[in-house]
Nanobody
Framework: QVQLVESGGGLVQAGGSLTLSCAASGRTFRSFDRGWHRQAPGKEREFVAAISRSGGTAYADSVKGRFAISRDNAKSTMYLQMNSLKPEDTAIYYC????????WGQGTQVTVSS
């Protein structure tokens, strides 16, 4: 049973930084593609960043240059370094692992005040 647990969310002022973590358990994850999505109040969940099993990365245009996704295979953990945060980054952030099926964490709230 794959379990994903996000942490690191919180309240930060505009221009600040946060680092989100996603800890995975239940099996080995080297073959998994991974990513971060977010959902703001009243909006649909949207893609933020992804890192493939080979290490390639992709970002939404809205976060490109400000966010960085990374992983630690030895710890089965994925990170999202978020810099220069804006109020529009406020959302619940979810981590996602994909290998055939999609697995999701419970989400962590990020609130950016202006």
């Amino acid at each position: 049973q794959v379990q994903l647990v996000e942490s690191g969310g919180g309240l930060v002022q505009a221009g600040g930084s946060l680092t989100l973590s996603c800890a995975a358990s239940g099996r080995t994850f080297r073959s998994f593609d991974r990513g971060w999505h977010r959902q703001a109040p009243g909006k649909e969940r949207e893609f933020v960043a992804a890192i493939s099993r080979s290490g390639g990365t992709a970002y939404a245009d809205s976060v490109k240059g400000r966010f960085a996704i990374s992983r630690d295979n030895a710890k089965s953990t994925m990170y999202l370094q978020m810099n220069s945060l804006k109020p529009e980054d406020t959302a619940i952030y979810y981590c996602n692992f994909r290998y055939g099926a999609d697995y999701w964490g419970q989400g962590t709230q990020v609130t950016v005040s202006s």
